[in-house]
């Protein structure tokens, strides 16, 4: 029995680091998704870095609603 290609063939030497460009739509994406009221799993990323820079933005997204609330209490607060 043969084994399957992508099971012999992982080098090193082959493996490409995202762009700038590329985490940073990911980053995009999961801020869109989190606005979009999307779970965090709803992540379409595989890459490593770019599902880290997906849940990145997700929670960054998240943490700026948790301040805008906080934020709107304070001023009905006033």
């Known amino acids: 029995m043969q084994n399957f290609?992508?099971?012999n063939d992982n080098k090193k030497d082959?493996?490409?680091?995202?762009?700038?460009?590329?985490i940073?739509?990911?980053?995009?994406v999961g801020r869109r998704a989190y606005l979009e009221g999307r779970s965090v799993d709803y992540n379409p990323f595989l890459r490593l870095e770019l599902s880290d820079a997906f849940d990145e933005g997700w929670e960054l997204e998240h943490s700026y609603d948790i301040l805008r609330n906080a934020q709107q209490r304070a001023n009905d607060g006033l």
């Open 14 to 22: 082959d493996y490409i680091t995202p762009t700038m460009d590329e």
């Open 24 to 28: 940073a739509n990911a980053l995009s």
């Open 5 to 7: 290609k992508f099971l």
